[in-house]
């Protein structure tokens, strides 16, 4: 939904870019470049309520972005290349790495015609649960009850709650307060309350989850292009911190164990389910760093620095709000200008979610 709060950011940031601020930010030393985080890459909708279009990218927009890059003289580089650079000294030339979170099936019938076309390398972190069709993708199932519904119940705390959802502005009201709610379950909670809904509104969630996922097969054909990296993203993509230890770390090594058996190759990178700071710590990092990734992509907004001072294990990424089209914008958010300076390696501190197990 419109904001203040948005209008004032693009304002600020389309400032940045006119007085040059954000191009001389560019120029100091200290920056190797960035990862981009991506979800969703499908032509535009003109549905009213759509929640989740902040996670979408047209292949238009993807195309001006690929091409904008090339244009700013950044190398577009895979995520072992990233990587690379970020533990060596200053190059010349910043990099972009791109990067597609969930494994959705647009990835392949929108995105991946464009990425070819410009023969530019990506990595795509897959939760494996997900292509055998076991994953929930409650996100989805939760926009499409309350879509088609002009009121709402559910069972929250052992009480049934009832929601009006007749106006637009109800449904994103109502959408932002579930989604949170959701998030803040255990996996077995938050699977008894979106099956529950769905049951309610007469929503086929597995149907819906296989019908947004690329199948096994499709994975097979990005994995064979050379310029396609696989990573991981758990089993079932669970909120990491609402997990145990041993259950985390769990989700974490079998997530891997099984894309490694699948596409018979070493599975070297990891990103956190959802990767704010609320889903995951310290201590997933630590378990990612023990699975034997060589990285771990958050959802944490920043540069890549060199020399080492980025914690790979903590990999910061630039997530593309879909709701925004300018590619100035854009260039600030590369600049780096707009992002505290990433904390030393060992020295993040992420804070568990309020009503998370301890562990």
């Not at 969930?102 to 530019?120: C, I, N, R």
Request: aromatic content about 10%; hydrophobic content about 40%; some cysteine.
């Amino acid at each position: 939904m419109p904001s203040d709060n948005r209008f004032l950011t693009r304002l600020r940031l389309e400032l940045a870019y006119f007085n040059g601020s954000a191009l001389m930010s560019q120029r100091q030393a200290g920056v190797a470049g960035v990862v981009l985080r991506f979800e969703r890459v499908r032509p535009r909708r003109d549905a009213r309520f759509q929640p989740l279009k902040s996670r979408e990218i047209t292949p238009g927009f993807l195309d001006r972005t690929i091409r904008a890059l090339k244009r700013w003289n950044f190398d577009i580089v895979d995520i072992d290349e990233a990587c690379r650079r970020a533990v060596t000294l200053a190059s010349p030339r910043r990099f972009a790495c791109l990067t597609f979170d969930g494994g959705y099936k647009d990835l392949m019938t929108s995105a991946y015609p464009v990425l070819s076309q410009h023969g530019v390398p990506f990595t795509v972190y897959l939760p494996t649960a997900f292509p055998d069709g076991l994953g929930e993708a409650w996100w989805l199932a939760l926009e499409a009850v309350i879509a088609r519904q002009d009121r709402v119940s559910l069972v929250m705390d052992r009480n049934v709650q009832r929601f009006n959802t007749r106006s637009t502005a109800e449904k994103y009201q109502l959408y932002a307060f579930l989604d949170g709610w959701m998030r803040s379950l255990p996996p077995s909670d938050l699977s008894f309350a979106i099956n529950d809904l769905c049951k309610r509104y007469s929503i086929d969630l597995a149907a819906l989850t296989r019908e947004a996922s690329l199948d096994w097969e499709q994975l097979a054909r990005l994995a064979a292009d050379p310029l396609v990296t696989i990573g991981s993203a758990t089993v079932n993509y669970p909120v990491l911190a609402n997990l145990k230890d041993a259950d985390a770390l769990r989700e974490i090594t079998m997530g891997k164990a099984v894309a490694q058996t699948a596409f018979h190759r070493d599975i070297r990178h990891f990103a956190y389910p959802f990767g704010d700071r609320a889903s995951w710590n310290r201590r997933h990092a630590g378990m990612a760093e023990e699975a034997g990734f060589t990285s771990a992509a958050s959802a944490i907004p920043g540069v890549v620095e060199i020399e080492g001072r980025t914690n790979l294990h903590a990999l910061p990424r630039i997530s593309w709000d879909g709701r925004r089209r300018s590619l100035r914008i854009m260039r600030v958010l590369l600049s780096g200008i707009t992002f505290r300076r990433a904390r030393p390696p060992g020295e993040l501190v992420i804070s568990r979610r309020p009503g998370a197990p301890s562990n």
